[in-house]
């Protein structure tokens, strides 16, 4: 217990998930998982943003794992999972459900696409 503890306060207890803080998101996203979809499977965000993502499940639980981005949180029926992070980086980070819900399991899949941000123009 006071191991866990102490590489939970140490940041090396796993991966980084629904970090803390108060800065208020410029994007929310809501994303829905069910029986073999997650819906929308595509989310777009500009780099640099502070994003929040809201997920729910319609049906059993289901796990959302962003690896690029350091994501895994379980979702379960009747509970909304509050994901925050900062869009850093550039690029297509693939997002899947990460606990075995049934045999079309494999299907549940989409991507979190962070557009670069544009240079201002020079005057």
């Known amino acids: 217990m006071l191991a866990t503890l ?5 940041g090396l207890g796993g991966c980084r998930t629904a970090p803390r803080n108060d800065a208020q998101p410029d994007i929310i996203k809501r994303i829905v998982m069910k029986k073999w979809t997650i819906e929308p499977n595509r989310i777009e965000v500009p780099q ?5 993502l809201v997920v729910t499940t319609t049906d059993v639980e289901h796990g959302i794992a962003i690896p690029g981005l350091d994501i ?7 509970k909304e ?3 925050r992070f900062k869009a850093n980086t550039a ?6 459900c990460s606990i075995l819900c049934g045999t079309g399991h494999k299907q549940m899949t989409g991507v979190i696409v962070v557009t670069a941000a ?6």
């Open 6 to 10: 102490f590489l939970t306060l140490l």
């Open 118 to 123: 544009v240079p201002a123009a020079s005057h």
């Open 91 to 96: 690029g297509t980070y693939p997002m899947s």
């Open 72 to 78: 895994r949180e379980p979702v379960q029926p009747g």
């Open 81 to 83: 999972t509050v994901i």
């Open 48 to 52: 640099g943003g502070e994003v929040e």
